[in-house]
């Protein structure tokens, strides 16, 4: 199979581009950039071939994509600075890459007959409750510009593909890029202590683990909508934290806080993010690890010492 990943730049991008040479499937990579040179350290992404694209570009995207021919289109890229996307001068710009770029591909995908695999959010529902989302649910009102805009390019998908994929995930990290557990070693390394919200509850989704299921899922044609994280139950953010600082040996104090109490957030976020997985399992695939495991391997990539 041929496969074409928008987004390599990201964390989930540059894995999946891993994942498909580990397996010896053809990938071509995109993003914005002329040329890719994969992580800060100047190493290729797996040595595979690499297109620059912007997917906000209609004819751009229809004249990559045909040229190329995927069998699958997996689709990381996206606008995802969730704060950002509140500031009125950002919000066309968020909707052009979200909503419209994530037409645009699929609009190629039916084109070419290519599967198509849209990575979604739990941010397309309210956040409220204790009860996990199910991925069939539709009851979507979400909180924030960010979420609205993932919704409607789910919504652009579904309308548009019988051959796809939605996969949510939560609370997503990799080597290539930013994230949550990069954030906390900086900061517990310059602080004596720090405060982290305890009102926030859903799981850790490690990108090397989802890159895996992605290309099983490819190799399938039981479409639908998905969530999908690492296993191991819900959390807390401030559980999280906790767990990241015992795994790496950090000394840090750890002050539990309600999102009210942390303030500074721009967008609202989600208190529910609990993802219901079981269609994974009905379907015949395999969860993803438990993610204290995840977060223990992540270390080891990243070059935190094992304590």
Same mark, same amino acid.
């Given at each position: 199979?041929?496969?074409?990943?928008?987004?390599?730049?990201?964390?989930?991008?540059? #894995?999946? %581009?891993?994942?498909?040479?580990?397996?010896?499937?053809?990938?071509?990579?995109?993003?914005?950039?002329?040329?890719?040179?994969?992580?800060?350290?100047?190493?290729?992404?797996?040595?595979?071939?690499?297109?620059?694209?912007?997917?906000?570009?209609?004819?751009?995207?229809?004249?990559?994509?045909?040229?190329? /021919?995927?069998?699958?289109?997996?689709?990381?890229?996206?606008?995802?600075?969730?704060? %950002?996307?509140?500031?009125?001068?950002?919000?066309?710009? $968020?909707?052009?890459?979200?909503?419209?770029?994530?037409?645009? =591909?699929?609009?190629?995908?039916?084109?070419?007959?290519?599967?198509?695999? *849209?990575?979604? !959010?739990?941010?397309?529902?309210?956040? +409220?409750? !204790?009860?996990?989302?199910?991925?069939?649910?539709?009851?979507?009102?979400?909180?924030?510009?960010?979420?609205?805009?993932?919704?409607?390019?789910?919504?652009?998908?579904?309308?548009?593909?019988?051959?796809?994929?939605?996969?949510?995930?939560?609370?997503?990290?990799?080597?290539?890029?930013?994230?949550?557990?990069?954030? %906390?070693? +900086? $900061?517990?390394?310059?602080?004596?202590?720090?405060?982290?919200?305890? #009102? +926030?509850?859903?799981?850790?989704?490690?990108?090397?683990?989802?890159?895996?299921?992605?290309?099983?899922?490819?190799?399938?044609?039981?479409?639908?909508?998905?969530? $999908?994280?690492?296993?191991?139950?819900?959390?807390?953010? *401030?559980?999280? !934290?906790?767990? =990241?600082?015992?795994?790496?040996? %950090?000394?840090?104090?750890?002050?539990? $806080?309600?999102?009210?109490?942390?303030?500074?957030?721009?967008?609202? /976020?989600?208190?529910?993010? /609990?993802?219901?997985?079981?269609?994974?399992?009905?379907?015949?695939?395999?969860?993803?690890?438990?993610?204290?495991?995840?977060?223990?391997?992540?270390?080891?990539?990243?070059?935190?010492?094992? +304590?």
């Amino acid at each position: 199979m041929k496969f074409f990943v928008t987004g390599v730049a990201g964390q989930l991008g540059h #894995d999946v %581009m891993n994942e498909l040479k580990k397996r010896g499937y053809e990938g071509i990579g995109s993003d914005l950039a002329p040329e890719y040179s994969g992580m800060q350290d100047g190493s290729p992404v797996c040595g595979m071939p690499y297109v620059s694209l912007d997917i906000t570009d209609a004819a751009a995207v229809d004249r990559t994509i045909s040229e190329i /021919r995927p069998d699958v289109i997996v689709h990381c890229a996206a606008w995802t600075a969730v704060d %950002m996307a509140e500031d009125d001068d950002k919000a066309q710009k $968020v909707r052009a890459i979200n909503a419209g770029g994530t037409q645009h =591909i699929a609009d190629a995908a039916k084109k070419t007959g290519a599967k198509m695999i *849209y990575l979604s !959010t739990d941010y397309v529902f309210d956040g +409220q409750g !204790t009860e996990p989302w199910d991925p069939d649910c539709k009851d979507y009102r979400p909180l924030n510009w960010y979420g609205q805009t993932k919704l409607e390019g789910e919504q652009a998908v579904s309308s548009t593909l019988e051959k796809y994929f939605i996969v949510r995930i939560a609370w997503v990290f990799g080597k290539n890029g930013k994230n949550f557990i990069k954030t %906390m070693l +900086q $900061v517990g390394r310059t602080h004596d202590e720090v405060r982290v919200v305890n #009102d +926030q509850i859903g799981t850790p989704t490690y990108t090397l683990d989802l890159s895996r299921l992605l290309v099983d899922m490819a190799e399938t044609e039981k479409y639908g909508y998905y969530h $999908v994280t690492n296993e191991g139950g819900y959390i807390s953010w *401030y559980d999280f !934290t906790c767990e =990241i600082y015992r795994q790496a040996g %950090m000394k840090t104090k750890i002050i539990p $806080v309600t999102t009210a109490e942390y303030g500074l957030s721009k967008a609202a /976020r989600p208190f529910n993010s /609990r993802l219901d997985k079981s269609k994974l399992v009905k379907n015949g695939f395999r969860p993803l690890p438990d993610w204290k495991d995840a977060l223990h391997r992540y270390l080891q990539e990243i070059g935190v010492p094992e +304590q």
